[in-house]
């Protein structure tokens, strides 16, 4: 396999970085266009939410905006405000809605509240009331349980005669529970609220599906959908092959190798107690980076998930967790490399081409966006713009 990650021009603070982060610019453009083509006749926007899953919102914006992406997603006010000068011309909704104080935020960066609840909208109202038209998005309950107004209460929204003229909803959109598992009847169930909220918001803009709810089918993609994890090529169906180009790789330097007895243990609590002679790699990386305590290759009683850990990546052979993750340090099992196929300096893969990110996440009993969201402050990064 070509690693499409090789790096020629790199700055020495990214060669010798203790952990490296590279992020393919080009990929995701590529990911975002197969999430569009997929999506039909829908439009495709873009959801870039906690720092765009932690690969950083400003520079995967600005990709996304030039690709032709125009309609983004983001949690909070202060993102959508990050994210306004990378994508001038686009609609930025703002999926926890609006309160009390944050108007000027919202006013002055051009954000899209998305009403959330019946708190929001009697809000939203009286904001309306004072200043006049400015768009919002409105989110509808029809089963999650998490935002949204509830049903009857859209519905009744739709009939009230009462509302300001200047009420001007552009979109009205749901969430999908079970999105990821094609065969859960949750589907259908949401779908069908979901038709009957549509038809009532008649003449305004609908939004059902996220990365998940693409694959679904036409049914489930109404005039927008909202992908985010495909964009960062991961796993958005169980158990289906993941068809989105990679987009990140994860590496940490190896700070020492050192050679261990039968018998002797490694790391906090003694925990993983060495069955023959072994050899070790110590590499620069912890809890503290993401890479969570719940990797460890023994002695943690939180994962129930199995006994075995996460393994990293070295000279394209998968290296095992030994003992337990520690804050800044995790201990690779180097025992069955060749002699010489690695040395203090070099570096493991954590996850990317060779390991892929939702393969970890499941050693640790999580999920790729957790690991993609914890990445935390020390990796360096280099952007790949390349298309290919
Ligand atoms: C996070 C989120 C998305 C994107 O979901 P993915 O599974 O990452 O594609 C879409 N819509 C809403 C409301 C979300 O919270």
Redesign the pocket.
């Known amino acids: 396999m070509t690693d499409r990650f090789t790096i020629l021009d790199a700055p020495d603070e990214f060669l010798s970085a203790p952990l490296r982060l590279t992020i393919d610019l080009g990929a995701i453009a590529d990911n975002w266009r197969d999430m569009a083509r997929r999506s039909g006749r829908a439009r495709a926007s873009a959801?870039l939410?906690a720092d765009a899953?932690g690969l950083g919102i400003e520079d995967v914006g600005q990709t996304l905006y030039r690709a032709g992406a125009r309609d983004f997603?983001v949690?909070v006010p202060a993102e959508g405000a990050t994210l306004r000068p990378y994508a001038p011309e686009a609609r930025i909704f703002v999926?926890s809605g609006i309160w009390p104080g944050q108007e000027e935020t919202f006013f002055n960066n051009d954000l899209v509240p998305v009403i959330a609840s019946e708190e929001q909208l009697a809000f939203w109202m009286a904001v309306l009331t004072e200043r006049g038209p400015y768009p919002c998005a409105v989110?509808v309950d029809t089963g999650f349980n998490r935002?949204g107004l509830p049903l009857a209460a859209a519905l009744e929204l739709t009939d009230d005669v009462s509302q300001p003229t200047s009420f001007d909803p552009v979109l009205v959109?749901s969430?999908l529970a079970c999105?990821?598992t094609p065969t859960s009847p949750m589907n259908k169930a949401q779908l069908e609220k979901f038709l009957m909220v549509s038809a009532a918001f008649e003449g305004v803009e609908a939004s059902l599906?996220?990365?998940?709810g693409i694959f679904l089918g036409s049914d489930y993609h109404f005039d927008l959908t909202?992908?985010?994890?495909?964009?960062y090529g991961?796993e958005?169906v169980n158990g289906a092959k993941n068809p989105m180009r990679e987009v990140v790789k994860a590496e940490a330097r190896i700070l020492q190798i050192r050679d261990a007895k039968a018998g002797e243990s490694v790391s906090y609590g003694a925990a993983h107690v060495f069955s023959r002679d072994s050899r070790l790699a110590v590499a620069s990386v912890g809890y503290a980076d993401g890479y969570l305590r719940n990797l460890s290759g023994a002695g943690i009683p939180l994962r129930q998930t199995g006994i075995l850990g996460a393994s990293g990546v070295i000279a394209g052979r998968p290296v095992p967790v030994l003992g337990r993750v520690t804050m800044d340090l995790t201990i690779f099992d180097v025992t069955d490399l060749p002699d010489h196929a690695v040395r203090a300096g070099d570096y493991v893969e954590l996850f990317g081409p060779a390991m892929q990110v939702d393969d970890v996440a499941r050693a640790a009993g999580t999920i790729g966006?957790e690991m993609l969201t914890g990445l935390g402050l020390r990796y360096e990064r280099l952007y790949l713009s390349s298309v290919d």
Request: glycine residues 12%; aromatic residues 12%; hydrophobic residues 50%.
């Open positions: 959801v939410k899953y997603f949690a999926l989110h935002l959109m969430h999105g990821d599906s996220a990365s998940a909202r992908p985010g994890i495909a964009l991961g958005a966006y």
